[in-house]
Structures are given as C-alpha cells and as structure tokens.
C-alpha cells in the first residue's frame, strides 16, 4: 500500500508538472526529457530507500534461517512485461524496415547511402555495445529503464522528423547538397544512438530479467519465456513491415515517416509505465536491483585497497625502471572497460557457440537493408517485400514453438545443432537464385531460400541464448550480453562494408557467395565445440536405418554420452 501511495503521488505530480510545461512549451522533445526526469527521479530514490532498509532488516533477522520457496509468477507482471517488450521491439522493427526504403528513395540506382547507415549503426554498437553492458551492470533498473526508454524513443523522433524533411524537399540534394548532407548525418546518428538504446533495453529484458524472473523454478519456465520473448521479437518483424510496406504502397513513404515519428513519441510512456509495473510487482527483480547496488557499491571500495605503484628511479638497487610512455598507454588501454569486458566474454565455456552465432550476421541473407534495397531496385514492389518478410518472420515464429518440444528432448545444445545445419540447407537455394535469370524468379528464390531458413536460424539463437544463460555467472549476464552483441555488429559492419565497396545491386551474387560461405564457418565452428564438449556429434546407433547395417551393429554403443 505504501508503494501504490507513492507510485500514485508521483503520476500525480508527473501530470500537474506536465501539464504546465506543456502549455508553455512548444518542443514535444523537451516534454519527454522533462516528464521522465520526474517520473523516474522518484522511483530511483525509493530503490535506494529499500535498499538501506532491506539491509537493515536482514540485519535484525540475523542469518542462518531458511528462504522462503519464490512465489509463483503472476501473470499480469509477465503481461506486462511482454506488451511492454512488444512496443518496444515494434518501433526497432519498423524503423530497421523503412530506414532501407528511405535510403534508396534519396539515392536511387545505388547501394551508398543503405549501406553507410548500416555501417554507422552497427559500427557504433560493435565500438560501444561493451559498455553499454558494463553500464547496464552497474547502474540499478530504474536508471536503466529511463535512458532506454527516453534514448530509444527520442533518437527515432528525431530521425523521423530528419526523413520527413528530406521527402518533403526531393530536390534538396541538388539545390542544397550541405543541408542534404547535415540531415542525412542526423538521421544516420540519431539511428545509430536509437539502436544502441534499443541494445540496452535487449540486454534488460532477455539476458536478464527473463532469467531473474524464472529463478528457482523449473527450468521449462526460462525456456518458455526465451520462446514467448523471441515470438514477440518476430511477430513485430512479421507485423511491422506487412504495415509499413501497406503504408509506403498505398499512401506515401512520407506518411509512413510521420507515422513511425508519431509512434515513437506516445508509446514511449506506456512502455515506461508496463515495465516499471513489471519492476514494482516482482520482489525477484526488486532483490536482483538491491544485489546490483551492492555490487556497485563494494567495487569502488576494492579499488581503493589495491596497490598503487610507485615509479622508482632507474638504478636504484633491486627496484624495476620507470614505465615508459607506452607501456603505460597500453596499461591503460589493458585497464579499460572495454578490454575488461572483452576479456570476462572470452573466459566464458559459452565463448565459441557466441562466435558462431555472431558470424551469422556477416551475411546479406535475410531481409535486412541491403537485401531489402537490392529487391526493391530489381522492381519486387514494396507491399511483396513487406509481406516476404512476415512470411520470413511467421516462419521464425514457428522456431519458438518447436524449439522446446527439441530442446526437452535432445538438449539446449544438440538442438543448436540440428537447428544450424537446417537452416544452412534452405540457404542453398538463395546460392542457387544466383544461376537464374529468367525474369523475377532468381529474386522470389532468394526470398524464399532466407524465409525458409529462418526456422533454423532462430532455433539457433534460442539455442545460445539459453546456454549463455545457464552457464554465465549473474554478475557477468549483462556485461557478456553486451560483448555478445558487440561482436556481432562488428560482422555486421563488416557485411556493410562489403555492401560499400560492392555497391551496385548488379553485384549482389557476390555478396550472397560471401555470405554462405560465413555462414558455413559458423556451423563448422559450432559443431567442433559440440565434439569438443561430447566427445562425439552423432548417435548413429540410434538411427533406426542405420541400425540395421552391419558396419554400425559392430560399432561400440555410447550410451548417453
């Protein structure tokens, strides 16, 4: 009753406070920055406030005597969360659909200006995406909640206002090539900040709070909500688009720009208030934030009570030189939390299924901007793209429901296995579109190859996902969650490079080539840790076929190994 009081004294003042600022304001931005400034300063000292009091009460209590068994989660809490998430991910969605078709409708004929976003954004989050988990680790949810949120919704307010202006003036990049430029910068660094505020909200909610919210129950409840999280991930990839692309046919791509503005400026407060819901009604999450404070709270005082070393002049007797200048730069470098991040991921037993999975994303095979552009400019209309890629995302959609019924049966890893090598099967036909070149048919293959391999690939995703949460330590979830993505914006980045210096649709055959081939190193390096791990990959024995052959009746049975 006491945090309902408060929680209805903050909406209270939240309103009166907005009401005013908005009456004499004439920025919708400076309303956001102001109204979640309020909203959010409240809740985070209330947090602080239980913390102190909760130590104080264990105090008391003393220690040594049992915990109670975790209450049953309530389904309005999950709910929330879920319709929460779904907002969220909507808005990435939808501007990871269009931002292609923005980019291609500015530079006609040309690949440049698709691929420079994609090597902007996934540049930023392959350099940043490390501290964005570190960060994330040390700073308690409310504040995380605040600057993904406010970041995230602000930063694509601000690229679609960029875009509108730049469908409004099709002439601009002759008559004015310096305000060309500026609002193509904008909208490439606005996108960029919005994805990496969309990371931070990926890394809360996947890495960690599903995992905190399923502590001490069944295993069967984390993988359950691993598939419902991912269902809502591709439902927005299966639903945006299909909208959007209506949209752009059938209206404008000048109405879809405000529309996605729109969306981003009021879905930003019914996400702050689900997901702030979420926080409050869950003591498991509330004890995880307290834990997170206290972490925060001793590291600093460990830092005080290392060792300083001391620079001793040269030949003093038994004592080492002075640094050099770049020894000590490379200290430095060494100390940095982003080496400390990049070093914490790599200890991990998880470190060579997270490599394959990021080596995925070098690849142009899936419906993203370049592909996207590329189908565009061999005249598939938009409204068949949008839709090729719902059907590519009601496909990964069916990966949530078969993954555990696999998963329950053969394991979180063999399942990795199976999932990868089907989904490097349907690629063969994007390999194969290549060799056809009778009318749009070579471009309805490729859709068809990448819709088919979605299955698999999110099977696979679930797959590691599930390993990294079972076998990284909570203090680590988030900072290893934040390298996980880094490293996959980097080959990210790597396939829009590639896309730069490839740059005519003409030659997309070569990308595709360059793509699979990735994608098969990815699985060959998969499978050498399943064999590393199990001594062996398959259970040929158990075949029923196979059984029957007399080369495997001679075969030593392995059991369950």
């Not at 909507?90 to 409708?105: D, G, H, K, P, Q």
């Not at 945006?240 to 109405?255: C, D, E, M, N, R």
């Amino acid at each position: 009753m006491q945090m309902l009081s408060i929680v209805a004294k903050t909406t209270t003042e939240f309103t009166w406070n907005s009401a005013i600022y908005i009456m004499n304001s004439e920025s919708l931005i400076n309303v956001q920055i102001w109204s979640f400034f309020l909203l959010s300063r409240k809740m985070e000292n209330e947090t602080e406030a239980s913390v102190v009091q909760q130590e104080e009460q264990r105090e008391d209590q003393g220690q040594g005597q049992p915990q109670n068994p975790p209450p049953a989660l309530r389904r309005r809490f999950v709910i929330s969360l879920y319709v929460g998430y779904f907002l969220a991910r909507w808005s990435a969605r939808t501007w990871e659909f269009s931002v292609a078709l923005y980019m291609i409708y500015l530079w006609p004929n040309s690949l440049l200006l698709a691929a420079i976003y994609g090597a902007i954004e996934s540049g930023s989050t392959a350099i940043f995406g490390p501290i964005v988990g570190q960060w994330i680790e040390g700073m308690d949810y409310v504040k995380v909640l605040r600057l993904w949120l406010l970041c995230q919704n602000l930063s694509y307010t601000i690229a679609g206002g960029a875009v509108i202006k730049l469908l409004l003036s099709p002439n601009l990049k002759s008559n004015n090539s310096s305000v060309f430029a500026i609002l193509v910068a904008l909208t490439n660094v606005s996108g960029a900040i919005g994805m990496l505020s969309t990371l931070g909200g990926t890394i809360l909610i996947e890495r960690d709070w599903a995992v905190v919210m399923s502590e001490g129950h069944p295993p069967g409840v984390l993988t359950r909500m691993n598939s419902v999280i991912r269902g809502i991930d591709l439902s927005s990839k299966l639903l945006s688009p299909v909208i959007t692309g209506l949209i752009i046919s059938f209206v404008s791509l000048k109405a879809s720009a405000i529309t996605f503005a729109a969306w981003a400026t009021i879905t930003a407060w019914v996400e702050y208030w689900l997901f702030i819901s979420v926080y409050i009604g869950v003591p498991a999450i509330i004890r995880s934030n307290e834990r997170r404070i206290l972490r925060s709270r001793t590291k600093p005082v460990e830092g005080k009570d290392a060792a300083v070393p001391v620079c001793i002049e040269e030949g003093s007797q038994g004592n080492p030189p002075c640094r050099t200048g770049m020894l000590k730069i490379l200290d430095r470098i060494s100390e940095s939390s982003f080496v400390g991040a990049w070093r914490i991921y790599i200890n991990q037993e998880v470190v060579l299924p997270g490599v394959s999975l990021a080596l995925l994303f070098f690849t142009v095979l899936s419906f993203g901007t370049l592909m996207t552009a590329t189908l565009q400019w061999e005249g598939i209309p938009t409204y068949i793209i949008g839709i090729g890629r719902g059907i590519s995302a009601t496909v990964g959609l069916a990966a949530t429901v078969v993954y555990p019924l696999m998963q329950s049966r053969i394991s979180t890893l063999r399942t990795g296995l199976w999932s990868f090598w089907s989904q490097w099967s349907c690629l063969l036909v994007c390999v194969g579109s290549i060799w056809v070149k009778k009318d749009n048919i070579g471009s309805y293959m490729l859709m068809a190859g990448v819709a088919a391999s979605r299955l698999g690939l999110w099977m696979f995703d679930l797959a590691v996902i599930q390993q990294m949460q079972d076998l990284v330590s909570e203090s680590d979830r988030c900072v290893v969650g934040g390298v996980q993505n880094s490293l996959q914006s980097a080959l990210d980045l790597m396939a829009y490079l590639l896309g730069i210096i490839v740059s005519n649709p003409k030659d997309f055959w070569i990308l595709t080539i360059v793509s699979f081939s990735t994608v098969t190193l990815a699985g060959l390096i998969y499978t050498v840790h399943l064999y590393r791990i199990r001594n062996h990959i398959f259970h040929f024995e158990k075949i029923p076929l196979l059984n029957k052959c007399c080369l495997f009746r001679l075969l030593p049975s392995r059991g369950n190994m």
